[in-house]
């Protein structure tokens, strides 16, 4: 879908605060199981529910769903990929915390040479001086 293609669908969406599940597979030509799956996948798509318990899609839902098709189906991204796709153009994520950056790096304390940490700590303190 070209960039033009993909605002005209944004376009055709009916002026509503809420929409049906079933009006949402229909707006996007997917299945309604595909919708319900795809919630569990994407944290950007929380539809609300009703009392009845309902999902009621607000129209951000809506144009996250035909974004989410676009990328899977045209773009060809797998389902993680999409998500960070997603999660990278939302705003900026939060520093990744300490345990998150060691299994990034994979600087576990079982994987450092035993005399490596010395290294690092005296290095650490050099540079500590040097800003002091």
Do not use: C
């Not at 607000?58 to 899977?72: G, P, S, T, W, Y």
Request: glycine share 6%; net charge positive; charged share 30%.
């Amino acid at each position: 879908m070209t960039e033009s293609a993909a605002q005209a669908s944004v376009e055709e969406i009916p002026d509503k605060l809420y929409f049906r599940i079933g009006e949402v597979s229909r707006l996007a030509g997917i299945k309604p199981y595909v919708l319900r799956f795809w919630e569990t996948e994407f944290p950007a798509l929380m539809p609300k529910k009703s009392g009845t318990g309902h999902r009621l899609y607000r129209r951000k839902d809506v144009e996250a769903v035909l974004e989410i098709k676009r990328l899977l189906y045209e773009k060809r991204f797998t389902i993680e990929g999409a998500r960070k796709f997603l999660e990278g153009r939302g705003k900026p994520s939060p520093a990744p915390s300490r345990s998150a950056q060691r299994k990034q790096t994979g600087l576990f304390p079982e994987q450092v040479a035993p005399g490596s940490l010395d290294e690092i700590r005296q290095e650490l303190r050099a540079i500590l001086k040097l800003l002091n």
